[in-house]
């Protein structure tokens, strides 16, 4: 074999989401555009801010002297200083300079973070429905992925399971709100639960264990709904994130890591995981993007734009008689699937062109993703044809 059998195995049963999309564009041929209603992808289609194309253009226009040479692997002082102020703002706690790490994107930030603490056979709690990456990540760096379900009417967290799966052989566990794919938002009591319990957890083990707080979707919350920052919950608190969403930039994979200024380790910890940015090859996190989003912490994408279309989705297919919860934030919705077989589901939408992911991709047997970053009118075009299958599989709204 060419490859690793591993890694063979790993493509096999590796991203639904991309293989969906895959098959939208042989519909999109088949059919055109306009009548594929593609809900597969969680790629924003609303432009950066307009602050950013000022930002880019003064830059293009007024380079700055070695602009595009390396640099600390940190990252720029200046930029991690401005990360820093936000993150102080949020959390009320001390963060500083030295507390972050400009990383390529928030799933580079993960594999720094995982590599810094993780021990061979080391066990990394994964709350499903999770994002199927995080287990790749974990497998990265000989860690052992441990799934744990949250509150499988709600989807938050379930203390219970959690304390229950934690082992002398648990080192972090991975938390991401708002939700993929749920969109639920951890209420701070929750977290700090969560904080608590493994502080107590830790106790009876001869090290600490870290929550990783995965954030790409901190910015995009409705109805008012404060996303809690982790610092003041939890001591060893490590947030990872991008500006993928809030910025709309994902293929500028330009994010950072942050560590809580209240952990006792946390400069032995920032020494480990700059040597772990290196050594992985990441090296530093894009000059350029460093530079542009020093200057946009307080910006972010039209939030109101995405809240309009979640009430159309959960307005109409509730009306149809999908059962769902209202996401509290983030881009997605997750269903429960009308067929107890969501692989069979998502097929049978599939002969009505529209495309989803079925809730095996993420952990979740039973459920499907819809991904409404999309066009409004591609929405309203998909609503025929989402009655369509709700009439076939006996749904009555």
Request: hydrophobic letters at 45%; aromatic letters at 10%; a neutral charge.
């Given at each position: ?293 020093a200057k946009l912490q307080g910006e972010s994408v039209d939030i ?82 989402w009655r369509a299958v709700a009439q076939e599989v006996g749904l009555?709204?």
């Amino acid at each position: 074999m060419a490859i690793a059998t591993k890694i063979a195995g790993f493509i096999s049963r590796s991203s639904w989401i991309r293989k969906m999309f895959e098959e939208g564009d042989i519909l999109r041929r088949e059919y055109g555009p306009d009548n594929v209603y593609d809900f597969t992808l969680g790629n924003p289609d609303v432009d950066p801010p307009e602050a950013f194309n000022r930002e880019l253009l003064a830059l293009a226009q007024h380079p700055l002297p070695g602009m595009h040479s390396y640099m600390n692997n940190a990252g720029y002082v200046e930029t991690r200083a401005a990360v820093a102020a936000k993150l102080a703002r949020d959390s009320g706690m001390p963060v500083s300079a030295d507390h972050v790490i400009m990383t390529c994107g928030a799933g580079g930030a993960l594999n720094v973070v995982l590599k810094t603490i993780l021990n061979p056979g080391e066990e990394v709690i994964i709350l499903a429905p999770y994002f199927v990456e995080y287990k790749f990540y974990i497998d990265n760096h000989g860690g052992v992925p441990v799934e744990v379900w949250t509150d499988r009417a709600t989807f938050q967290l379930d203390i219970d399971a959690i304390e229950k799966a934690l082992t002398p052989k648990t080192r972090a566990i991975i938390i991401c709100s708002p939700n993929n794919p749920t969109g639920v938002v951890y209420p701070a009591e929750s977290l700090r639960r969560l904080g608590k319990l493994l502080q107590k957890a830790q106790q009876k083990t001869s090290h600490q264990i870290y929550v990783i707080s995965d954030e790409p979707y901190a910015r995009i919350s409705y109805d008012g709904i404060h996303v809690p920052n982790i610092f003041p919950l939890v001591e060893n608190a490590v947030i990872v994130t991008s500006h993928s969403k809030d910025l709309a930039l994902p293929g500028e994979r330009i994010g950072y890591l942050a560590i809580n200024p209240a952990m006792a380790t946390a400069m032995q910890f920032m020494e480990g995981a700059v040597f772990s940015n290196r050594v992985l090859g990441f090296v530093n996190a894009p000059a350029l993007m460093q530079r542009l989003v020093a200057k946009l912490q307080g910006e972010s994408v039209d939030i109101g734009l995405y809240q309009e279309k979640r009430d159309l989705l959960v307005n109409e297919l509730s009306a149809m008689g999908f059962r769902l919860v209202k996401p509290d934030g983030a881009f997605y919705l997750f269903p429960s699937s009308p067929l107890a077989d969501d692989v069979e589901f998502i097929k049978l939408a599939q002969k009505h062109r529209i495309l989803l992911v079925p809730g095996s991709g993420f952990g979740a047997p039973g459920f499907f993703r819809i991904a409404y970053c999309v066009d409004k009118k591609m929405i309203e075009r998909s609503l025929p044809a989402w009655r369509a299958v709700a009439q076939e599989v006996g749904l009555r709204g």
